[in-house]
């Protein structure tokens, strides 16, 4: 697996709180097979209803890293909101805190989902606003958040930092490649062997 040490690109502004997982991706797009094509309809709904949401915005298509709010990703489990994320393009996001299944989630599937302060966050904001070319880069070694000349902390727990940095995020990834040590182990239990 690819290791995550850091992630740097233009960013997209939604800085909201409670942005929940129905919002990000509406419920009628959960009836699907696989996640392909679900990158189209991510904030579908806010997108009708907001004619200027940043998702719609030109200068913002080509963003990889996402700036939310409070409580980003709160409401149901559904492993298709980061899905849906990934699929439009987003590789990393920046926001004050994450549902946490949402967050495993994001994890699971190689996002690094890192929390700032609230001023960190405005100034980000701000920044992309001003000049939606600026490259932001977040970097999970030193723990830092580079926009320009700035740079501000972040924080990420240390199981997920120590997943994404040594490339073992993906916990089904993780089971295949370890099959023939699982056989081994389930061999050499007798509750595995010995039904009489």
Request: glycine share 6%.
């Amino acid at each position: 697996m690819t290791k995550i040490e850091s992630v740097a690109g233009t960013a997209i502004p939604l800085l909201l709180d409670d942005i929940d997982t129905d919002r990000i991706i509406p419920a009628r797009f959960l009836r699907c097979v696989t996640f392909e094509g679900l990158g189209e309809h991510a904030f579908e709904d806010d997108r009708i209803q907001d004619p200027d949401h940043p998702f719609d915005k030109p200068e913002f298509q080509n963003a990889s890293i996402l700036i939310g709010g409070r409580n980003f990703g709160c409401g149901s489990s559904r492993e298709h909101a980061p899905q849906s994320l990934i699929r439009w393009g987003i590789k990393a996001i920046i926001a004050e805190s994450y549902a946490e299944i949402f967050f495993g989630n994001c994890t699971s599937l190689g996002v690094p989902a890192v929390s700032a302060s609230r001023e960190t966050l405005e100034k980000l904001d701000q920044a992309v606003k001003a000049n939606p070319e600026q490259e932001i880069s977040v970097d999970l070694l030193a723990m830092k958040i580079r926009c320009g000349d700035q740079e501000f902390d972040c924080t990420l727990p240390d199981n997920a930092r120590s997943a994404l940095t040594s490339g073992t995020y993906d916990f089904l990834a993780q089971l295949l490649k370890s099959t023939d040590e699982i056989k081994e182990r389930a061999a050499a239990v007798p509750y595995f062997t010995s039904f009489a």
